[in-house]
């Protein structure tokens, strides 16, 4: 076993590392696998009715303090605490207190940054928001996964590399496996 591991790690040492160029045309190839989506992090204050909704709309543009609104006014239990906070979300709407609400979503996006609009009506009420930050789809840089990149590519590089071996010592050696007796040893029952 171990004259084996030794003569197959010598063997190993051998295959040559993943270029830089191997690595930035593997990333070229698949671009779409390192699309981050465009996110949006916000803030709401959720009423039971529209009437409601437009009042704290309006309190809130009129420069009232949105923390105070929020735990004053909030129907959500669950944000009321963290000023109405539903964390960063997609155009997929999956938000983590309210569910999917993908038109919801879609509305903060409209509004942008640093604005308040509202109310927006789920299955849950009607929604005041407050739109902390956008940001854009963009796709990772390569320096920030060439890392990965060159992990990955090494590995398959390695199993190949292994696997050529392996069939050329085959071909030279000439031996072949015998199934049927790999087969009888693997089903045999253990006592």
């Not at 309006?58 to 420069?63: E, F, I, N, P, S």
């Not at 927006?120 to 739109?131: M, P, Q, S």
Request: glycine share 8%.
């Amino acid at each position: 076993d171990f004259l084996i591991r030794t003569y197959v790690n010598e063997l190993m040492t051998a295959n040559p590392a993943p270029s830089d160029s191997a690595a930035r045309a593997y990333y070229e190839a698949h671009e779409a696998d390192y699309h981050v989506p465009a996110t949006v992090t916000l803030r709401h204050l959720q009423t039971k009715t529209q009437a409601d909704g437009k009042k704290m709309l309006q309190w809130a543009r009129g420069k009232q303090d949105w923390n105070k609104l929020v735990q004053r006014y909030s129907t959500d239990t669950l944000t009321r605490s963290t000023g109405g906070s539903l964390g960063t979300v997609t155009k997929e709407g999956m938000f983590s207190s309210l569910g999917a609400q993908p038109a919801l979503a879609e509305s903060a996006f409209a509004l942008g940054a640093g604005h308040i609009g509202g109310p927006y009506k789920t299955d849950r009420g009607w929604h005041v928001l407050k739109v902390e930050s956008v940001k854009p789809a963009s796709t990772r840089p390569f320096e920030q996964v060439r890392a990965g990149i060159t992990r990955q590519l090494g590995s398959q590089g390695s199993q190949e590399y292994y696997k050529d071996q392996l069939d050329a010592a085959r071909k030279t050696v000439g031996v072949s496996a015998d199934s049927a007796a790999i087969e009888s040893f693997v089903s045999q029952r253990k006592s």
